[in-house]
């Protein structure tokens, strides 16, 4: 039996509830010596960390850095190399776009076109304030190519997004761009038989916006690359039987969550709305996904402080989630991206779970997490006198926690069992 | 995706130097309370690992004991069994057999026919001195089968290689061996139909070197099993974008690098020779695999105190690998060959990877291994005083390494990763 099929077979409604608190890019690596988050102030997740099971994840597997789409597809459960989110899929997700299963999104560029060869591949990397014009422009005069529906949004600086949706249409096809200047117009070709529609549509969409931007340098032609179609995932309802829903602030993460089906909770821009937001719709659902996207933006930045400080607002509004006493609580990353790196990297995502059928229970020592190691500072294990007096919420702790070194897709199903949303598996 | 698959999207090549030192049958058993690595006085290897991460890796995976073959190809980065080794290449390749695509290999016994019946299966264990005679007398007499070119190469005692090389060539055949004394000859049978000329050109051999040995007892005739044919695997070139060298003493190993596309080094007898090899050719490549075989054939004679003496030979030259200061090291085993146990085991390698973006890095017990327990020689943690003065690269202080325990083929991934060879995996 697939991993898949096992899930959907053996899962059960009941009332218990699961909250999945994700710090996007929460794990580190040290400067002087401690993590972003072994740097940070964390007392409520301390004690938390003191009643509950520890470990690390894989988002993938030893050594890959994963993109956020299969991160998040992990933690949703899912096996991420055998769902993939194709590139012109997540920039529509990322830029809030509605697609469908009849849709099929690309990524765009505006360039520029001189004596018929591309000599800008980002047309000067024209202002967004421009590039919006130009698809509000375009917008009122592309709306239709054949049957096909044409929807046009603007990303930052030259980039847009294009969604085609209609009939018949196909994401194997090969991309609309010459990857280098000097050169002519590339036009997409179909690789398998079925794309030829979608190709066709394509390259006359190429030449209507050229056409309409004759003469208006320097973004007077585009370039397209990463055709791809909504993939078809099933739902977290068909597959675990839970009413999912995403408190999350940014467009992409809200979109990874309806590709699985979640209802998106409308919330503000901090933390403290998002989790009033989850206290607002508690009753609602019996899954909830929180995502705090900054502790990732930061470390992207290499801001190694704002990327504490952020884990500390994080830390700030927790008592407000443990009020609420859901049965099955994880905090966890997606990745990490470690300030020092200034981008997602491989390393494990530090993993925390709480639930009242934990092996290992609170208690003045009893509890193997409670007495695994924090970072360097005087309170770790080795220190004559030993048991701490509370954990620490670390990638230290986490390297030595009960839960050892899991793979991500893992985590949720965890969840399922410690929530008793999984019957047993054969007789 | 497949793994693989991900493995060649991912790849990209740098200028960052790996290193792979592979102590062969590296990991074992206590004797006295100490394993053979516990045992040994390895100063370097002690100060290195208080620098690096350490963990357990499983060779194939929990409970399963690897032979060379697919040890080595884990260590590659391949999954094992997915690609498997017939016995016929591994013996060709333990006796430094060149054997191309075109070619079959198998085992062969020199055996004892009396009556038309098989009488003894080893032809009395001849010694290997008559083997070689037998072997030189027969190379002269039957060089090729229809289109077949037919060599023969000696092994120990009544063992030799046959490889036959040509078009067409197919290792779907049965044994040709009645596996009991008492029976007669038993002639390969095509177990497919495209196996059919080679079941033909190999019962005609059989005929031509009984014939040829007729009268000649003990050794009048042969028995075959294991016909392989050499396994078609992507190269580490092709699938990693390394340009990989090896650096091994014994013909089986060096075939092994072979398979998977590596350089083969020129090098000396010993481990001193071997590193020699390893700074003279280090501008050449970007990984390096080292293998050291002695640990391993000291375990299968169960001589715990050479085994010993070879790992404290290995720490006597490992400053001057480190010198190179690679950007990924790695030193681990193939699988563990305990000497109480005189041969293979299922036991996890220690393992050990330094690397600048490991997550503990060295410092006055900030390392999270160097505090980690070594062997219970009091001085492991949890001791009053606590903090020791260095680590120790054992089996106790990987079993609780940062690291944890993975599987052997994901140490390349992970390599490849420290060395940022590895993109991001879908956005």
Redesign the interface.
Known sequence: MEREELFKKISVENDKKMVLLVLDGLGG??LN?R?ELETARTPNLDLLAAESELG?SHP????????????HLSLFGYD???H??G?GI??ALGVGVEVSARSVAVRGNFATLENGLVSDRRAGRIATEKNREIIAYLSGKIKKIEDVEVRLYSGEEHRFVLVLTGDGLDDRLTDADPEATGKPLLYATAKSEPAAKTARIVNLFIDRLTSELAGRPPANTCLLRGFAKYPVIPSMAERFKLRAAAIAVYPMYRGLAQLVGMDILETGRTIGDQVATLKKHYAEHDFFFLHVKKTDSYGEDGDFAHKVGTIEEFDHWLPEVLELTPDVLVVTGDHSTPAR?H?????PNPLLLKSPYQRYLPSGGGALDAIA?G??DGQ?????G?VPARAKFS??AC??GIL??MYAMDVLPLMMANALKFKKYGA
Do not use: D, N
């Open positions: 690596l040290p010596g993590t690390l993938i597997a030893p050594g890959i850095t994963p993109g956020s789409g299969p991160a991420p190399l055998q993939e989110i590139r997540l920039e790196m981008g997602h990297s491989w390393h190691c970072p360097p770790g294990c080795g220190k004559a030993a990638e230290g390297a030595r050892g070194r």
